[in-house]
């Protein structure tokens, strides 16, 4: 999922660049309003755990493969703005040490990754848990399937861009848009399975530390002002 440098030509890369640099500065300061002494070495944790799951690959079909993207985890966990953070963090990481995407695609990245698939993800969480009755039992089976839903709209994200500004004139919208619906899907599938799982044993151990749980008062004062 992560874009290379020169897929998308220099104007929308630079346009993507100035949104993710926009919301790093809001998401910060929403953070602010929720993140307790308590609540920062739990980001922490989320950081380096998604940038750990991201470097493990799963398999999808016959050789291919997918890995967790890891932003509905980091929401519901932490936060939309957090999650924010946390998603751009990692791949500000992974561009400069990795050079696991490329940096003039950074924003673009961070765009789909962070907005997409975090604060987006997030919000349809939030819906899905209003939808089947907002109870605390229910926050890892919903993140299940919010993860598995933000990976096929992370990649719908990317056809949007590629429409707009892709480099690759003799590739079509339609054939790129199906490609990446199809296998995108599949990798959601392990997506939503791991969000499920570990969103489960957080609840499990620690639910007051969960941003996502009905019981966190620290979302509903920040939502609030939102």
């Known amino acids: 999922m992560h874009i290379p440098d020169g897929f998308i030509n220099p104007s929308v890369s630079a346009a993507a660049g100035v949104v993710a640099a926009g919301g790093f500065g809001v998401a910060v300061r929403r953070a602010r309003s929720y993140l307790t002494e308590r609540l920062v070495p739990m980001a ?12 493990v690959n799963f398999p999808v079909l016959p050789g291919m493969s997918g890995h967790l993207i890891g932003a509905v ?4 966990l932490v936060g939309p703005a957090a999650g924010y953070m ?9 561009a400069l040490v990795f050079a696991d995407g490329g940096l003039s695609a950074l924003g673009l990245n961070i765009v789909n990754m962070a907005l997409v ?10 819906s899905l848990m ?8 229910r926050v890892p089976m919903v993140a299940g399937i919010a ?26 919208i339609g054939t790129i848009l199906w490609a990446l619906l199809t296998t995108h899907t599949l990798i959601g599938i392990g997506e939503g399975l791991i969000t499920g799982l570990v969103v489960g044993a957080v609840m ?4 007051d530390l969960v941003y996502g749980a009905p019981s966190f008062a620290g979302r509903r004062t920040t939502e609030s002002v939102q």
Do not use: D, H, K
């Not at 922490?44 to 991201?54: C, D, E, K, N, R």
């Not at 698939?117 to 969480?125: E, I, Q, R, S």
């Not at 209003?130 to 039992?137: D, E, L, Q, S, V």
């Not at 993860?147 to 590739?171: D, K, M, N």
């Open 44 to 55: 922490a944790l989320v950081a380096a755990f998604v940038f750990a799951a991201q470097m």
């Open 73 to 76: 985890l980091a929401a519901v």
């Open 86 to 94: 946390v998603m751009s963090i990692v791949l500000i990481v992974q």
């Open 117 to 126: 698939g975090a604060v987006g993800g997030y919000y349809l969480f939030r």
């Open 130 to 137: 209003r939808a089947t009755g907002n109870r605390r039992g």
């Open 147 to 172: 993860a598995f839903a933000s990976v096929p709209l992370v990649a719908v994200a990317f056809a949007i861009e590629f429409a707009i500004g892709g480099t690759a004139e003799s590739l079509s």
């Open 204 to 207: 499990a151990a620690r639910p």
